[in-house]
């Protein structure tokens, strides 16, 4: 029996987390592909170490004692500890706790680490946080067997770290969505495609402060939708916000129910994606598959992923201008829908990545990880796109052909 241990995420099912989601997709797919499967989970509830099934997924339940970063630290030692003496492979998902990783070492075992994006870089972390992060990330290159990178950005990144050959890139992936419930918006006070969304964290890196602004700057006969749970007695980034958001921006809390969610992303006139740390980004992937026109902050990691299907922004003043030429524009919404789809459906399917994963874990079970020689080249390589910037918008009034800028990605 071919056997697979995941770690590194809270745990299935129902966490609404990227990794937490991509855990439950790539545990379902290699079940049906005859693997045995096993994923560890924090247990809030319970007080010793349990073993369940769920949809033939074999499940690991550690006691967590309260959601914190110091508990996230000693449920993933308690997983590293129980995984290596399990002598399974072991799939990694992120590098915060990689050091860890030395336990797989000491004991043989194949270890593949998602190195996620770059986690030190963010703001939200304090400097000793940002050490332990930086210092873990040189950990999970120096121990994992191989690695996983989701972006070409990321992959240049790493390569900073080791040979080119130890790094395979698969980007995030996501399911297409045809169809969504329409009634389960009405609890929101929304109608289909009568409001803008943004579904991030409210953190800096996001630009929620710059989307909210210029979204509020004017009147839309619109409404913005911020999804998240925003502390502003405890948070002054919250707070100002908050204070920025005309009457036409709702604040519903943080909306983890799936079906919920997907029903916001695909009756959206705009998915707004103010992210600028990372590499492919989980929600935007899962709104170019609902459909969803994009409007994106103007960085290499948005622009790899959405392409033609987004129009890019650099700050409040841009963000406010393509809003003003798109929001009422159903033709350009329309091309956005469009070639995000198109651009989904080649690039970024759940069957993709799942694909994509297994060959590598094949790979690994027969001990044929690439050497340090190999040439390395998958699907993805040599992808190149359009950008269409907010300028463009303007353009296209004027011009009817095409005013897209070709940006090349490595």
Not at 144 to 155: A, M, Q, R, Y
Not at 195 to 217: D, G, K, Q, T
Request: proline share 4%.
């Amino acid at each position: 029996m071919k056997r697979l241990s995941i770690l590194g995420c809270r745990g299935i099912p129902g966490n609404p987390g990227g990794f937490e989601t991509f855990a439950e997709r790539l545990s379902f797919y290699m079940v049906n592909k005859g693997w045995e499967v096993t994923v560890y989970c924090e247990d809030y509830v319970g007080k010793t170490i349990v073993e369940d099934y769920w949809n033939g997924i074999r499940l690991i339940k550690i006691p967590v004692s309260k959601a914190s970063a110091s508990a996230t630290i000693l449920f993933d030692w308690k997983s590293a500890i129980h995984a290596a003496r399990e002598e399974n492979l072991i799939l990694t998902l992120g590098y915060n706790t990689a050091i860890f990783s030395t336990l797989y070492r000491l004991k043989g075992l194949t270890n593949i680490i998602n190195m996620d994006g770059l986690e030190w870089r963010r703001q939200k972390w304090t400097t000793p946080e940002k050490f332990w992060l930086y210092l873990n990330e040189r950990a999970g290159c120096l121990l994992g067997n191989h690695l996983i990178s989701d972006h070409p950005e990321i992959t240049k990144h790493l390569e900073t770290r080791v040979s080119r050959a130890k790094i395979t890139m698969i980007p995030y992936g996501a399911k297409r969505v045809n169809n969504a419930n329409a009634d389960l918006l009405a609890q929101y006070g929304l109608k289909p495609n009568d409001y803008s969304i943004v579904i991030a964290r409210p953190e800096p890196e996001n630009n929620i402060l710059e989307i909210v602004s210029a979204f509020s700057n004017k009147k839309r006969d619109s409404k913005l939708v911020v999804l998240g749970n925003y502390k502003p007695n405890e948070n002054p980034y919250h707070k100002q916000v908050l204070e920025a958001a005309s009457d036409e921006v709702l604040f519903p809390g943080g909306i983890y129910d799936h079906d919920k969610v997907e029903a916001l992303r695909y009756y959206t006139t705009l998915y707004i994606h103010g992210h600028t740390v990372g590499g492919t980004n989980p929600s935007l992937v899962e709104a170019l598959g609902a459909g969803s026109p994009v409007l994106a902050h103007n960085n290499r990691f948005n622009q790899w992923v959405a392409g033609s299907g987004a129009v890019y922004f650099e700050d409040e003043y841009e963000c406010s201008y393509a809003l003003d030429m798109l929001l009422d524009n159903a033709e350009e919404l329309n091309r956005l829908r469009v070639n995000g789809i198109k651009g989904f459906e080649k690039w970024f399917t759940a069957e993709m990545e799942c694909s994509a994963y297994e060959h590598i874990l094949e790979k690994a079970l027969q001990g044929q990880l690439p050497g340090r020689a190999a040439k390395r080249s998958n699907r993805w390589d040599g992808r190149t796109l359009e950008k269409l910037s907010y300028k463009n918008l303007a353009e296209r009034k004027t011009d009817s052909s095409s005013v897209a800028e070709k940006v090349p990605m490595a």
